[in-house]
């Protein structure tokens, strides 16, 4: 692909693709941002004020906290943390010390969290006295898989809604207060490379055991400059911003899209620990937060809450959504009750996560992803020859090539190898491309159905059934099916009130939006459906639990 890029014309007046795409060691934002803010709030949390000042000097002294017992430049931390303040200390103090910091999720099993520690090589772990963390964290350490267990007391930020768990002193245990009170004060950073390791950030799937994306400090730096560029451009630069932080920062999207750029730019997070959507709707009107990130689920629910129409959400200059993708129904549903557009785009754990963005402004192109951000080059591959570009309009699978594209998997040479063509990195997503440079996504590669031959996207049918007007929320899932080989199965959540919901009915109801043979084969009403530990809605679970069914009824 040569440029001029298809995309181009389709930017806004004032971005260029080829605006500079600044790359720097993650600990230089938080340099910048105090040298910019530093008596400023960085966070708000429980009603109490965190200043930049305040933050570094932390970071600072559990760096050096790090670097005297010898944890430093190849050394691995596993940050098992919710969202408290403790995460951007800690995260922070790895990046200044030269430590690979390696994500786990608050929500994760135990199981899951010993694989991480196991895989990444990590012998030091960093958690809270949360009553749902800290026993899985002393299991961990009683286990041998962890040496030094070091943990935050949640009590330090004031009285909090979470039930905490006995924080018991001991070898081998230590309080990130004590690390800090005790350390020195001027201590000699090591030299970081921008082409260092920054983070292993562990991507999920419907099945084999999770991979750790190798996320360099170029890597998340060129994602915050690609994202500046595209922003500053449409004149939205951060200003005096006070952006909402309720998506969990062990995830990329909140990591980089939030607290990096925030950090940059010197500006207030409302840090909470938890998604609530009254709790989000007050913080709006009485903190005039000006900018809310959050993923589909969250609009969900806020679009479906009492009232919403006539809440004062004036100060908000931005909302998107990100993380997953977004039905188009819900995202026309929000604006139509609040007046807000929803912005967003595309983007992935191995492109930390920068890739798509839809221009702010004009009417866009409903279920478009948006074009690639400036410094981001992005095409569609054939799905039998990756080595073969596609032209527009053609459906196959989506590859990026970008600075902000991670270094490759952990331990994974042989999958980090079957993962890039010639310097491109084939993204698993299947999509297509118009002759305006807007990308389209249909779905994972792997959660394509093959129905009596035919290609199915769950993805085009989730979209048809969101459109219903009790439908609240959808996933939809292939299921062996003895003529078709694969069929599709619906598993929704009505809307609260609403009518019961049959097969026939919700057929009838898509006729006109899906082909008969992507037509649902199958219903289930849940009350509930399964989420990631972001939020986001999961297919791992329902996949599994019809393979299991599948597998009884071979049994029998």
Not at 16 to 36: N, Q
Not at 223 to 246: F, I
Not at 295 to 309: D, K, R, S
Not at 370 to 391: F, Q, T
Request: charged share 25%.
């Amino acid at each position: 692909m040569s440029r001029p890029f298809a995309w181009e014309k389709s930017y806004p007046p004032g971005v260029s693709w080829d605006a500079p795409i600044g790359v720097s060691t993650v600990s230089a934002l938080l340099d910048e941002g105090l040298a910019r803010s530093a008596d400023r709030a960085v966070f708000d949390f429980r009603d109490r004020a965190i200043s930049y000042r305040e933050l570094a000097q932390k970071v600072d002294r559990l760096a050096a906290a790090f670097l005297d017992r010898g944890i430093g430049p190849g050394s691995a931390v596993g940050l098992y943390l919710p969202n408290t303040p403790y995460h951007p200390i800690a995260f922070f103090a790895c990046m200044k010390a030269g430590i690979r910091a390696v994500h786990m999720s608050a929500l994760e099993a135990e199981r899951e969290l010993a694989h991480k520690l196991k895989d990444s090589g990590a012998r030091v772990l960093v958690t809270t006295n949360w009553a749902a963390l800290l026993p899985k964290a002393e299991k961990l350490k009683e286990s041998g898989l962890v040496d030094l267990l070091l943990v935050g007391d949640d009590a330090d930020w004031g009285p909090g809604p979470i039930p905490l768990a006995p924080l018991r002193r001991r070898d081998g245990v230590a309080t990130i207060a004590d690390l800090i009170g005790n350390a020195g004060g001027a201590f000699a950073a090591p030299r970081v490379a921008v082409d260092d390791v920054a983070l292993l950030q562990y991507t999920g799937g419907t099945t084999g055991l999770p991979k750790g994306a190798m996320l360099t400090h170029a890597n998340l730096t060129a994602a915050v400059s690609s994202y500046d560029a595209w922003y500053a451009g449409q004149d939205r630069p951060l200003l005096d911003d006070k952006v909402l932080l309720v998506l969990p920062l062990f995830h990329i999207y909140a990591l980089t899209t939030i607290l990096l750029r925030q950090v940059k730019h010197g500006n207030t997070m409302l840090l909470r620990e938890k998604f609530d959507a009254e709790a989000i709707l007050t913080d709006i009107e009485a903190k005039r937060a000006t900018s809310f990130p959050g993923v589909p689920t969250m609009w969900i629910a806020l679009a479906n809450h009492p009232g919403i129409e006539s809440r004062d959400l004036s100060s908000l200059r931005f909302c998107g959504s990100g993380g997953a993708s977004l039905p188009v129904e819900v995202g026309a549903r929000f604006e139509r009750l609040t007046g807000h557009k929803l912005g967003g785009g595309w983007g992935m754990t191995e492109t930390a996560p920068a890739g798509t963005n839809l221009p702010l402004d004009g009417p866009g192109k409903p279920g478009s992803m948006g074009v690639p951000l400036p410094g981001i080059e992005m095409g569609i591959r054939s799905l039998d020859d990756p080595s073969l570009e596609l032209g527009p309009n053609q459906k196959g699978e989506i590859a990026i090539r970008a600075r902000n594209v991670m270094k490759g998997y952990w331990n994974r040479p042989e999958e980090t190898a079957a993962a890039f063509v010639d310097g491109w990195f084939l993204t698993g997503d299947i999509g297509h491309m118009d002759e305006d440079g807007y990308f389209f996504l249909v779905d994972r590669k792997k959660d394509m159905i093959i129905s009596g031959g035919f290609n199915v996207y769950p993805r085009v049918i989730e979209e048809a059934v969101y459109e219903h007007p009790d439908v609240e929320e959808a996933i939809v899932v292939g299921v062996p099916d003895a003529y078709r080989g694969e069929a599709a199965k619906a598993f929704v959540k009505l809307r609260e009130g609403s009518p019961p919901l049959t097969l026939e009915a919700l057929r009838a109801f898509l006729a006109d939006k899906i082909g008969r043979h992507e037509m649902p084969a199958a219903l289930d009403i849940r009350d509930h459906l399964p989420r990631t530990a972001v939020g986001k809605l999961s297919k791992k679970e329902l996949v599994e639990e019809e393979r299991a069914k599948a597998a009884m009824r071979e049994a029998s």
